[in-house]
T-cell receptor, first 112, second 114 residues
Framework: EDKVVQSPLSLVVHEGDTVTLNCSYE??????LLWYKQEKKAPTFLFML????IEKKSGRLSSILDKKELFSILNITATQTGDSAIYLC????????????FGQGTILTVHP | KAGVTQTPRYLIKTRGQQVTLSCSPI?????VSWYQQTPGQGLQFLFE???????NKGNFPGRFSGRQFSNSRSEMNVSTLELGDSALYLC?????????????FGPGTRLLVL
């Protein structure tokens, strides 16, 4: 069974801190790794990573994939209270259409 | 483009009843995937539909079923509800459901079974 493991499961920081969220996955038929942010309801898409070593950036958020070591990290610099959310990583791959396998999520709380 | 929409947003049912949830994908997207999210199990894949056909199914009992219409709108049905079915049900759409395509999620339907 495909497995995705995120760490830490929860994190509490103060505004302005930098955080690094981790995601490791199993390799079988890997296709891509996706990061989502979930606040109240719908997970919103952040990044999709398919190639090793290429950093994706969007404002204060960035992410990179290491296909050799089978992990990805999501960095958030200069955190703000609005970054408080659950961050989910998901793996697409295998022979399955339309299926993402999600990690447990990291609950990030940013205090003012 | 309008995003993925789901109705209803909230539902309260009692054990033994059945429920139907609806999902309208982003215009032009033909693949719809359904997920169940609970605090204990996280986000788990239920099934995926493309061109009115179920192409993939997760590890859920047969009480969970779905269908897709010719306009790509999808419904999922849960029969004989159990307390453990209380969850947030999310649908997501993508262009073709191909491995590696980005899926975009709707706001979810919060189901409470009493």
């Amino acid at each position: 069974e495909d497995k995705v493991v995120q760490s830490p499961l929860s994190l509490v920081v103060h505004e302005g801190d930098t955080v690094t969220l981790n995601c490791s996955y199993e390799v079988t038929n890997f296709r891509s790794l996706l990061w989502y942010k979930q606040e109240k309801k719908a997970p919103t898409f952040l990044f999709m990573l398919t190639s090793s070593g290429i950093e994706k950036k969007s404002g204060r958020l960035s992410s990179i994939l290491d296909k050799k070591e089978l992990f990805s990290i999501l960095n958030i610099t200069a955190t703000q209270t609005g970054d408080s959310a659950i961050y989910l990583c998901a793996r697409a791959g295998g022979t399955s259409y339309g299926k993402l396998t999600f990690g447990q999520g990291t609950i990030l709380t940013v205090h003012p | 483009k309008a995003g993925v929409t789901q109705t209803p947003r909230y539902l309260i049912k009692t054990r033994g009843q059945q429920v139907t949830l609806s999902c309208s994908p982003i215009s032009g997207h033909r693949s719809v995937s359904w997920y169940q999210q609970t605090p204990g199990q996280g986000l788990q894949f239920l099934f995926e539909y493309f061109s009115e056909t179920q192409r993939n199914k997760g590890n859920f009992p047969g009480r969970f079923s779905g269908r897709q219409f010719s306009n790509s709108r999808s419904e999922m049905n849960v029969s004989t509800l159990e307390l453990g079915d209380s969850a947030l049900y999310l649908c997501a759409s993508s262009e073709n459901g191909e491995r590696g395509e980005t899926q975009y999620f709707g706001p979810g339907t919060r189901l409470l079974v009493l």
